[in-house]
Nanobody, 122 residues
């Protein structure tokens, strides 16, 4: 059974950092590109970042460039999202998802995790 499990969310003050993890099981990570998405209350799901199967190419939403870093360790079947200088507008449920290639359209992704809550507040 294919499964993605996110962890690492929590409550952090503005300017703080968090690292989210996405652990995949049931298949080999290096067959899939992994995207991070988020959904804030009352808003549409938003693409945050994506990393290709090899890890050699990444992309970021304009709102996260320079603050977030995506990486992957295929030996651990894990993708990470390092988030620095967090802002209140980063508050959302964060999801990781798997697809053959990076895509801006969340409807393309075949498999999704259950999400992890990130709250940025003083």
């Amino acid at each position: 059974q294919l499964q993605l499990v996110e962890s690492g969310g929590g409550l952090v003050q503005p300017g703080g950092s968090l690292t989210l993890s996405c652990v995949l099981s049931g298949f080999t990570l290096d067959h899939y590109a992994i995207g991070w998405f988020r959904r804030a209350p009352g808003k549409e799901r938003e693409g945050v970042s994506c990393i290709t199967t090899s890890g050699r190419s990444t992309n970021y939403a304009d709102s996260t460039k320079g603050r977030f870093t995506i990486s992957r360790d295929n030996t651990k079947n894990t993708v990470y999202l390092q988030m620095n200088n967090l802002k209140p507008e980063d508050t959302a449920v964060y999801y990781c998802a798997a697809f053959a290639v990076c895509s801006a359209y969340y409807t393309n992704y075949d498999y999704w995790g259950q999400g992890t809550q990130v709250t940025v507040s003083s």
